[in-house]
């Protein structure tokens, strides 16, 4: 791989939309010159008149059945990191070690759901919510990465699950939300190979234990950011800086993904299955033949690299040829690979979060004013744009949307109520084009916030507070915020 290649990859990985802020870790942001002046359309700082002004009916309704949910992941809500066989992950290790999170913070607590999950579940049974998408953690289930499972961590599981069907709440399991056992880190992690196989071993003995009551799963969440943030900017677990590296790893995620769909379909458990792939639309910076030239190749990496593979069952060319062929994954693709990745899925699980501006250089700019997650630009069409575009390039798969939301400055007031207006403005809108996108001809089947509650937002720790339920960690008191009220009535109204 050529140096420019490897400088616009890192400086890439450095800006895309991902789990946390690379404008934090000092990894260049996206420039402020390049700021568009525009219309604030939710961020936090939304104008006065949306924190007073009740919400009115729009008359925006969803189809029935439309599925209102929620979102979290394991190791940002559950803590109990050492109870009942939990083997360590990656974020255990990452997060202990000094100067890799904000203010050295770490998962061991987190927003102590593995205690709490059923005060937690009757709060979402008050949201009123019809889906909630959580993970499992893989070393609570083989501490080592492999092996029998632990019954103790299984059983954890299906507290959660039978609590959700018994208040009328669909699951959504994800199976891997970034917490790779240690163990198998030790042995390469996702650069070896194997860490794929011992993944469907480990999706098999989940299958086996819940299958029959979760209805839908999804496999790997984000590979994107695992490859971008994991190994390219260093700035999540297990925190590499090796480009070459990273692309190896993007194709052993995704080997992974397959034969997971594989170990389910083998399974005879009936439920649904695809990837949890977050998509950013990238658009040129400007008018040239240079920037749309380098937006397509940016595409190509945040995107296609993702979706073709799957829903094609061949990695984008353009891609492979600007990686090289002597590039770690391109000699680590072997045949009947794509075929595996390609299995037939049964829906796709979209997560938004920003938009990319692409420059004739390839560097990325800020055209739109940002959350408070430097990377997070606020434009709602990005999302319809991105579902649109998924339903004309890759056919009419069922779409669910995993992951939305932004983190804010969220404090109780004086009388004791969170007022996240900010939130409600960028839900709302974000909640439109969605809508709008079903109009016209999207098969978007569920919505999911993310997230249910503050939690530890990796290498930012507890700092950025992205929930409907605030988290006051030191009493671990649990408070609906104006948003989560909000919520609640747009899903007993269907709609806005
Ligand atoms: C996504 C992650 C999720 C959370 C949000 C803010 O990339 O999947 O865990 O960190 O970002």
């Not at 190979?193 to 299958?211: C, H, K, P, Q």
């Not at 590499?240 to 990273?246: E, N, Q």
Request: hydrophobic share 35%; with cysteine.
């Amino acid at each position: 791989m050529s140096l420019l290649t490897r400088r616009r990859l890192l400086r890439r990985a450095a800006l895309s939309a991902s789990a946390a802020g690379a404008a934090r870790t000092g990894l260049a942001g996206a420039t402020a010159a390049g700021v568009a002046a525009t219309t604030a359309l939710g961020g936090c700082d939304s104008p006065p008149e949306r924190r007073t002004d009740p919400e009115p009916d729009r008359g925006l309704r969803f189809p029935p059945n439309f599925g209102w949910g929620a979102a979290t992941s394991a190791y940002q809500i559950e803590g109990a990191a050492k109870e009942d066989g939990r083997g360590e992950s990656v974020w255990d290790t990452f997060s202990r070690t000094p100067g890799r999170t904000r203010n050295g913070d770490t998962g061991d607590v987190a927003a102590d759901h593995y205690h709490r999950y059923a005060q937690d579940l009757d709060l979402m049974r008050d949201l009123g919510l019809r889906s909630y998408r959580f993970s499992i953690s893989w070393p609570r289930i083989q501490a080592d990465g492999s092996g029998r499972p632990n019954q103790r961590g299984l059983d954890f599981y299906r507290r959660i699950v039978d609590g959700l069907h018994e208040r009328g709440i669909a699951p959504m399991a994800t199976l891997f939300h970034w917490d790779l056992p240690q163990a198998l880190q030790d042995d390469g992690g996702w650069e070896n190979r194997d860490t794929a196989e011992r993944f469907a071993d480990y999706a098999d003995a989940v299958f086996r234990a819940l299958g029959e009551r979760v209805p839908v799963w999804l496999t790997i969440n984000e590979p994107k950011t695992v490859v971008q943030n994991g190994y390219l900017t260093g700035h999540h677990a297990p925190g590499h800086r090796d480009p070459a590296a990273a692309y190896l790893v993007a194709h052993h995620l995704q080997l992974a993904h397959g034969l997971a769909v594989q170990a389910l379909r083998a399974s005879g458990v009936p439920g649904r299955i695809g990837p949890a792939l977050n998509l950013h639309p990238c658009y040129p910076a400007d008018e040239t033949a240079e920037a749309a030239a380098a937006t397509r190749l940016h595409d190509g990496y945040e995107n296609r690299l993702y979706l073709d593979s799957v829903f094609k069952g061949e990695y984008p060319r353009d891609v492979l040829a600007d990686l090289g062929p002597d590039s770690r994954m391109v000699r680590g693709i072997r045949d009947g690979d794509l075929k595996i990745i390609s299995s037939p899925v049964d829906l796709l699980a979209v997560q938004y979060y920003t938009p990319l501006y692409v420059t004739g250089s390839g560097d990325t700019i800020q055209k739109w004013p940002t959350s408070e997650a430097g990377w997070q630009q606020i434009y709602p069409e990005g999302l319809y744009d991105t579902l649109t575009r998924v339903t004309r390039d890759y056919g009419r798969v069922p779409i669910t949307i995993t992951e939305n939301g932004l983190p804010c400055p969220d404090a109780p007031g004086p009388d004791g109520t969170i007022d996240d207006a900010g939130r409600v403005a960028f839900l709302r809108d974000h909640f439109a084009v969605a809508h709008r996108a079903i109009r016209d001809g999207v098969p978007l089947e569920s919505y999911h916030v993310w997230s249910l509650m503050d939690n530890f937002e990796w290498n930012e720790g507890y700092e950025e507070r992205w929930g409907l339920i605030y988290v006051d960690y030191p009493t671990q008191r649990r408070v609906f915020k104006r948003s989560a009220h909000w919520y609640r009535d747009v899903i007993r109204r269907n709609g806005l």
